[in-house]
Each structure stands twice: as structure tokens, then as C-alpha cells.
């Protein structure tokens, strides 16, 4: 399997991980030094941890659950042994407050490990345009 390939197996199990709720799984794929910026939070989450204490209070105060994420209009990049993944994801959420799907584009920035996997060292989501 050649690194592009690597690279997107990484992916489709952060993906599959998300879309099915295993949030061991999800956060296992980011390293611990991982850093977010999400266009629906005021702050930069500064690693995997910080990451994690704001996902588990998304899931106590509105009783969040991922219902299906798709990705779509996928690339990978290559610069200096960092792999640049994007792509376009429609994730249907639950909520208290009901259903809902959000159209956004994601950039995931992936670097291997002493072990050799990719982990994901830094995401970047913002809405899609229609």
C-alpha cells in the first residue's frame, strides 16, 4: 500500500469511527498533541484532550450523537511527510432539539508516528456554500 493509500485507510477509519459513535476509536486517531478549529466553536482546541473535554460536554448538555457522516470529493497532498487529506463531509447529527445534516469541508493534516501511522495531527472544518 503506498502512502496516498496509507493516507486515506487513516481517514476512512477516522471517518467510519465518527459516523458510528466509537469516540474511543475517534479520539484514538488523533495524536495527543493534536490541534482543532471548528467554525461552530469560539475557541482553538489545543490538543486531543481539550478536544475530548469539549466533545463530552457537547454530549452532556444537548445529548449529541452522530447519526452518519459522509466523505466525498476527496485529496491528499503530500509536503515534507505530512499528508494534507480534504475533503467535503455531510454529517447527520441528533440533538435534543432533533435531526440535523451539515455540509462542510475538512481539512485533516495526518503525520506518521515512530510506528509508522498516520494520526491526525490537526483538523480544520468550515461550512460548505450550497
Do not use: K
Not at 487513516?10 to 471548528?38: K, M, Q, T
Not at 466525498?72 to 494534507?84: K, P, T, W, Y
Not at 510506528?115 to 472544518?125: F, P
Amino acid at each position: 500500500m503506498d502512502a496516498t493509500q496509507q493516507v486515506l485507510a487513516a481517514a476512512d477509519a477516522l471517518v467510519a469511527a465518527f459516523a458510528s459513535n466509537d469516540v474511543d476509536a475517534y479520539f484514538g486517531a488523533f495524536a495527543p498533541e493534536a490541534s482543532f478549529i471548528f467554525h461552530a466553536s469560539p475557541v482553538r482546541l489545543m490538543s486531543r484532550d481539550a478536544y475530548r473535554a469539549e466533545w463530552d460536554g457537547w454530549v452532556a448538555d444537548s445529548d449529541l450523537r452522530v447519526l452518519d457522516c459522509v466523505s466525498s470529493n476527496r485529496a491528499v497532498q503530500f509536503v515534507d511527510g505530512i499528508a494534507l487529506f480534504m475533503h467535503d463531509v455531510n454529517t447527520t447529527i441528533a440533538t435534543r432539539d432533533g435531526e440535523a445534516t451539515l455540509a462542510e469541508r475538512e481539512t485533516i493534516v495526518f503525520r506518521q508516528d515512530e510506528s509508522g501511522r498516520w494520526l491526525a495531527w490537526h483538523e480544520h472544518l468550515s461550512p460548505r456554500a450550497a
